[in-house]
């Protein structure tokens, strides 16, 4: 029904940047980014709205950026000023309904309990210090 596929993942030093693209078969109304490392919980880094709403978790505030081409079904997330911390598996992750967006607990994530229905298989970001 929705396919998401994710890229731009690597290896960078701390301090360094990224920019990471995910293609949708479709544009959709919230679209985002999570990031997920080993032994840890899923965190919500990023999303943006088809009518502009654009919301990120505090940790990344002022480091990242996301942006959409609706024209071509692409999301993306410019990453600068790496942190070791940061090091993660990305996911794209949207629903084929809207859904409001919130910033909870400082991360981004869907306002509910259900998380989103469609994900990418994600990207790797790896920053050493």
């Known amino acids: 029904q929705l396919k998401l596929v994710e890229s731009g993942g690597g290896s960078v030093q701390a301090g360094g940047s990224l920019r990471l693209s995910c293609a949708a078969s479709?544009?959709?109304?919230?679209m985002g980014w999570f990031r997920q490392a080993p032994g840890k919980e899923r965190e919500g880094v990023a999303g943006?709205?088809?009518?502009?709403?654009?919301k990120y978790a505090e940790h990344v505030k002022g480091r990242f950026t996301i942006s959409r081409d609706d024209a071509n079904h692409t999301i993306y997330l410019q990453m600068d000023s790496l942190k070791p911390e940061d090091t993660a598996m990305y996911y794209c992750?949207?629903?084929?309904?809207?859904?409001?967006?919130?910033?909870?607990?400082?991360?981004?994530?869907?306002?509910?309990?259900?998380?989103?229905?469609?994900w990418g298989r994600g990207t790797q970001v790896t920053v050493s210090s």
């Open positions: 479709k544009s959709t109304y919230y």
């Open positions: 992750a949207t629903d084929l309904s809207p859904r409001e967006c919130v910033i909870l607990e400082g991360w981004w994530r869907p306002r509910g309990v259900l998380p989103f229905a469609y």
């Open positions: 943006i709205s088809s009518d502009g709403q654009i």
